[in-house]
C-alpha cells in the first residue's frame, strides 16, 4: 500500500478495480452480499473522517483503501466461488460432461484443471499477503473466475435438460418395466404352483 493515498487514490481504486466486479457479482446473484456493503460502509466513514479532518486524513485514506480491497477480495471470491459451483455438478456427473459440453470432454476438463490451478496460485498470493495487502489476490482471484465462467460458456444447458428428461424418462422406463416382469413372473408362479 502507497502510504500517502489521497481521495483520489480511493476514489480510482473504487471506480477501476472494485466496482467492475462487484457488478459482476451483484448481476450474478441478483443481491448485494451485507458483508461487503458493510465493509463499503466503512470506507465511506473513513472518506468522510479524512474529508472533516486534515490532521487524519492520510490514516483514514489507507483504511478507506484497506476496506475497499477487503470488500473487493470478498466479491471476488463470492464470483469464484459461484462459477466453481456450478461447474460442479458438470464435472461430477460424467454422462453430462461427455454429452452435453460443446467441445470434446478432454478439452473441457482442461478448462477445468486450468482454472483449478489459477484458484490455487490466488489462494497462494492470498496466503503470502495475509496482513499485507488484503487486495493483492484480488486480480488473481478475477482470472480464475473468468476461466470457470469460460468453461461454463461451453456446457449447452439445452443438452442437459433434455439430457436429464432422458435420464429420467430410462430410470423410469426401466423399473416400470421390471416392476412389471416381476409381477407378471409371480403371477405365473403362483398360477404354476396352485396347478401343479
Known amino acids: 500500500m502507497v502510504d500517502q493515498l489521497s481521495e483520489t487514490d480511493v476514489h480510482n481504486y473504487l471506480l477501476n478495480d472494485f466496482n467492475p466486479i462487484y457488478a459482476d457479482l451483484v448481476a450474478l446473484l441478483g443481491e448485494k ?3 461487503v456493503v458493510l465493509q ?3 470506507a465511506f466513514v473513513h472518506l468522510a473522517v479524512a474529508s472533516s479532518n486534515g490532521d487524519i486524513a492520510v490514516d483514514n485514506y489507507n483504511k478507506a483503501l484497506s476496506h475497499l480491497q477487503r470488500a473487493a477480495l470478498d466479491v471476488v471470491k463470492l464470483l469464484w466461488l459461484h462459477k466453481k459451483k456450478e461447474l460442479s455438478y458438470v464435472i461430477e456427473d460424467r454422462d453430462i ?9 478432454s478439452e473441457f476438463l482442461e478448462q477445468y484443471s486450468r482454472a483449478e ?9 492470498e496466503i ?8 493483492a489476490s484480488v486480480e488473481a482471484y478475477y ?7 469460460n468453461a461454463l460458456q461451453l456446457v449447452d444447458y439445452g443438452k442437459v435438460k433434455k439430457f436429464k428428461q432422458y435420464r429420467w424418462r430410462y430410470i423410469l422406463r426401466k423399473h ?8 407378471v413372473a409371480g403371477v405365473v408362479a403362483t398360477y404354476i404352483y396352485q396347478y401343479l
Open 176 to 183: 416400470v418395466v421390471g416392476f412389471v416382469y416381476g409381477v
Open 128 to 135: 503470502s499477503a495475509v496482513g499485507v495487502n488484503p487486495g
Open 117 to 125: 490451478k489459477l484458484a490455487q496460485e490466488a489462494r497462494r498470493v
Open 33 to 35: 452480499p451485507v458483508d
Open 143 to 149: 482470472e480464475a473466475a473468468i476461466a470457470f465462467d
Open 40 to 42: 463499503i460502509e466503512a
Open 97 to 105: 460432461r461427455s454429452f452435453c459440453v460443446n467441445t470434446s470432454e
